[in-house]
């Protein structure tokens, strides 16, 4: 399983919001670090199919990404807005979210009952969606984007407003999804990239500045933990007046 991303540029009107993007996900979990702004976001919803595929090249597992129905088959995503409707019970919400992905009903049975145990929310199964904690809503946002059991997860932001018994708990779920699919996370924050991932790659406005393991990360930015490095390798792109 390995993504492949050669030459891609993305433009909104005239900005020019990701700049040539070459970069390899193999598999395991991968950290996309980045300032707010800097097209995290952007890449994301590209891979996920959810924005056209602009110019370039682009592979989940061979497939080019303009095979769309079969690229939807083997992603998951959750984006860092994600709702369901605010009433609607969580086993509900599940089986809905299943009927949308063209998920067949024996399967999504199965699926649901799998998963909500997986992630700890099989006693929640009857309550409604608003009356969940941030924690519990997120575990909700993974559960529904493995309903199609997933070769490649992209996850947006997924610690924002969770606390630390929260995103611990999190991160130990993707830590055991990560043995037999690529994981992509998006973060500003580099303390999650360090808990979790192997590897990263780091965004600075529009351009990739860093790709490699968390070590080569920590060598490159000169500093002596994964933050100081991170913050180092931005700051040193910005004097440099090497991003726009
Ligand atoms: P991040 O996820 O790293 O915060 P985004 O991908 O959301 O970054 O945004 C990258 C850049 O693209 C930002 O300058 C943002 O203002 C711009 N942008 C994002 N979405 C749109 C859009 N729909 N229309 C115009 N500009 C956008």
Do not use: W
Not at 54 to 59: K, N, Q, T, V
């Amino acid at each position: 399983m390995e993504i492949e991303i050669r030459n891609l540029c993305k433009t909104y009107g005239t900005k020019l919001v990701l700049d040539n993007i070459c970069m390899n996900i193999p598999e395991g979990m991968y950290g996309l670090l980045g300032e707010n702004g800097s097209g995290k976001t952007t890449l994301m919803r590209i891979l996920a199919t959810v924005l056209e595929p602009p110019s370039g090249s682009l592979r989940i597992d061979g497939t080019d990404l303009r095979m769309k129905h079969k690229i939807r088959q083997v992603i998951g995503y959750l984006p860092q807005d994600f709702s369901v409707y605010p009433s609607m019970r969580v086993e509900a919400a599940m089986d809905y979210l299943g009927v949308l992905s063209e998920i067949p009903r024996s399967v999504r049975r199965e699926r649901t009952d799998f998963l909500l145990k997986r992630l700890n929310l099989d006693t929640e199964r009857r309550k409604r969606f608003k009356d969940l904690s941030g924690g519990m809503k997120q575990r909700f946002g993974i559960a529904q984007a493995l309903l199609n059991d997933p070769k490649f997860l992209i996850i947006d932001e997924p610690t924002a407003g969770l606390d630390p018994e929260e995103r611990n708990r999190f991160y130990d779920i993707l830590t055991e999804l990560a043995e037999h699919r690529s994981i992509l996370i998006s973060t500003h924050i580099a303390s999650d990239v360090e808990a979790v991932c192997a590897r990263a790659a780091v965004l600075r406005a529009g351009r990739l500045i860093f790709q490699g393991s968390i070590q080569e990360l920590v060598e490159s930015g000169g500093g002596s933990n994964l933050e100081e490095s991170y913050l180092n390798m931005i700051r040193r792109f910005r004097e440099g007046g090497a991003g726009r």
